[in-house]
């Protein structure tokens, strides 16, 4: 096990907490923006995909990496706009409660 | 300051960034600039990754992300409300496809050179590639389920849990090879394969009011996977990410499983639903005669009422009645009635399903109210007002020591006065359990699809 792996493993295991920590207080209300909020930030991926497609010289790595690319793309796009829709929805008072009537 | 590190500090702030930005996603009033937060990070960190790696392949690079974004960005466009859960599972069912491929891709850079990989890289690898890969399959399999392309019931075969240990161990010799031989990416290709197979087997055999635990377990299985892939590239905004939503994922499946009395591993082996109906059956069919009544009936009942408690379920989603039921409740209210909204944590398919479509329908989220909060007001309420739910308001899970479901928490309706029950049919709920609610002689049912049913309601309210 080299220096390197312990130290990723301690940022992996701080940033878990942190997880925990920053979600255990969401209301109920919010369950779905939340979820697909953390599931367009997984879309970081797309980054490996990048880093891997932009390193390499066989074509095999190229046409597996840019459906990865895509993939993430989707997943980060999709996610947050998807995110951003479903919150605007979400409002404290009835708009215009006296003007439909 | 040298290039490389200069590059890993801005990952760090944009983590930061995540962090924050999820934070804001906790309440109401901060949410929408909390996503943009972090959508703004994700733009930074997607710019800094382009520059750092120059122009090699560039064009292949902005071809996947221009293909990519815009098939995300349409659906996302697209997509109706009531579609919401099928969308994100297949968002991330993508996520978990690219983590996989991007493990592969490594391993065959790695194994085709003559260079042999170390143990560390050994394991973040395969991590990726399997648990990416049952992400994929069980994501795109929920996909199916959700969006009725797949029957939305369990499906399970002979000896199913015999079939998931044998595929389960397989993939893990195969991943224990690649330490003592000599590295293949044909065996990885067999393992990711047996991965994909072991995603399917497992979801299929999920009914779809398991799906809001399935849902988020899978969220954070991509999460993991996102966060070995971290390792393999040795970049810590991958860490940090993954492991921000694979932890966040866990502790929503976590709230899901104890909002049914259930564990984790009874959800995803235990098949609910498939076997044990017969002696649940019996329970709530003692004696009991079954009520229908007219949309004139209970509008009056209604509209007369002080306290009006709306418990909707899948059945609203699933009618897109939403909208009328909130003009029902704008009727209501006109007339003076207190009208509130009880959502039970698992309603529908995916965690806060309900308050979404609610929110679509411009319902203010003040009147959404958790299950803690209203159990204790049902005694004070005139009228419950079920819409498409079932197992959520099953007495027998506070009274019935033998039910399936006893234990689970539940929203109890049948402490008000009187209940009306909106359903299509007699057709019991995920559970294949009788609901004795229904059985009740203060419980009174409206058959019929529940946004005619609503309609009706309105309509009749409006002539009381």
Redesign the interface.
């Known amino acids: 096990?080299?220096h390197?792996?312990v130290l990723?493993i301690t940022?992996?295991?701080l940033?878990?907490?942190?997880?925990?920590e920053?979600?255990?207080?969401?209301?109920?209300?919010?369950?779905?923006?939340?979820?697909?909020?953390?599931?367009?930030?997984?879309?970081?991926?797309?980054?490996?995909?990048?880093?891997?497609?932009?390193?390499?010289n066989?074509l095999?790595?190229?046409v597996?990496?840019?459906?990865?690319?895509?993939?993430?793309?989707?997943?980060?796009?999709?996610?947050?706009?998807?995110?951003?829709?479903?919150?605007?929805?979400?409002?404290?008072?009835?708009?215009g409660k006296d003007g439909d009537? | 300051m040298d290039r490389r590190n200069a590059f890993d500090l801005a990952y760090l702030a944009c983590?930061c960034l995540?962090?924050f930005?999820?934070?804001q996603?906790?309440?109401?009033?901060t949410?929408?600039r909390?996503?943009?937060v972090?959508?703004g990070a994700?733009g930074v960190?997607?710019a800094v990754?382009?520059w750092?790696?120059?122009s090699?392949?560039?064009a292949?690079?902005i071809?996947?992300?221009?293909?990519?974004?815009a098939?995300?960005?349409y659906?996302?466009?697209a997509?109706k409300?009531t579609a919401?859960p099928q969308?994100?599972a297949?968002?991330?069912g993508?996520?978990g496809?690219?983590?996989a491929?991007?493990a592969?891709?490594?391993y065959?850079?790695a194994t085709?050179s003559s260079v042999s990989l170390?143990n560390?890289a050994v394991t973040s690898t395969l991590f990726s590639a399997i648990v990416g890969s049952v992400s994929f399959a069980g994501s795109m399999v929920a996909f199916g389920k959700l969006q009725e392309l797949i029957t939305g019931s369990p499906v399970t075969m002979p000896g199913q849990k015999l079939v998931n240990a044998v595929l389960f161990l397989a993939v893990l010799g195969l991943a224990a090879s690649q330490y003592v031989g000599s590295q293949s990416e044909g065996v990885l290709a067999l393992a990711m394969v047996l991965s994909l197979l072991l995603g399917v087997i497992m979801v299929m055999a999920i009914g779809g009011a398991d799906m809001p635990v399935v849902?988020?377990l899978l969220?954070s299985f991509?999460?993991l996977?996102?966060?070995a892939?971290?390792?393999?590239?040795?970049?810590?905004?991958?860490?940090?990410?993954?492991?921000?939503?694979?932890?966040?994922?866990?502790?929503?499946t976590r709230m899901m499983g104890a909002a049914m009395n259930r564990s984790i591993a009874n959800v995803v082996f235990g098949a609910f639903g498939t076997g044990g109906g017969g002696e649940a059956a019996a329970v709530g069919a003692s004696g009991g005669q079954v009520r229908a009544t007219s949309p004139d009936d209970v509008a009056v009942m209604l509209a007369y009422a002080r306290r009006v408690v709306i418990v909707p379920g899948y059945g609203l989603a699933v009618a897109q009645a939403q909208h009328n039921v909130r003009e029902l409740a704008d009727q209501l209210e006109?007339r003076g009635v207190d009208v509130r909204y009880a959502?039970h944590?698992v309603a529908g398919r995916?965690?806060?399903?309900m308050?979404?479509l609610l929110?679509?329908a411009?319902?203010?989220?003040?009147q959404?109210y958790?299950m803690d909060d209203i159990n204790d007001e049902f005694p004070r309420t005139d009228v419950s007002l079920v819409i498409g739910a079932n197992d959520v308001v099953n007495p027998a899970a506070n009274n019935t020591p033998g039910s399936p479901i006893y234990g689970m928490p539940v929203l109890n309706v049948d402490r008000s006065a009187a209940v009306v029950v909106l359903k299509r049919s007699m057709n019991t709920g995920f559970a294949g359990i009788e609901n004795e609610l229904f059985y009740d002689p203060k419980t009174t049912m409206l058959f019929g699809d529940a946004k005619e049913s609503i309609m009706n309601l309105v309509s009749a309210v409006k002539a009381v």
């Not at chain 2, 071809?63 to 974004?69: D, F, K, L």
């Not at chain 2, 971290?230 to 866990?250: D, P």
């Not at chain 2, 995916?350 to 399903?353: A, I, L, N, Q, T």
């Open positions: 096990m080299t390197e792996l990723q940022v992996l295991v940033a878990a907490f942190v997880g925990f920053v979600i255990s207080k969401v209301p109920t209300t919010l369950h779905t923006p939340l979820m697909s909020g953390t599931n367009a930030i997984h879309g970081i991926v797309i980054v490996g995909a990048i880093i891997v497609v932009g390193s390499t066989s095999l790595v190229e597996l990496g840019t459906i990865a690319v895509a993939f993430g793309a989707i997943n980060v796009a999709g996610g947050f706009l998807v995110t951003d829709r479903m919150l605007h929805m979400f409002k404290a008072r009835p708009p009537g | 983590a995540f962090i930005g999820l934070k996603l906790s309440s109401p009033r949410a929408v909390g996503n943009q972090a959508a994700m960190v997607i990754t382009l750092d790696s120059g090699h392949n560039l292949w690079i071809a996947g992300m221009v293909i990519g974004g098939i995300g960005a659906s996302a466009r997509v409300m919401m969308m994100v297949l968002f991330n993508v996520g496809g690219a983590a491929l991007i592969f891709s490594e065959h850079i085709s170390a560390d849902i988020s969220n991509t999460g996977a996102a966060a892939t971290g390792f393999v590239l040795h970049n810590n905004a991958l860490i940090i990410s993954g492991a921000l939503v694979g932890a966040s994922g866990m502790m929503l006109r959502i944590p995916m965690p806060g399903h308050n979404v929110a679509e411009d319902v203010p989220y003040t959404l958790e």
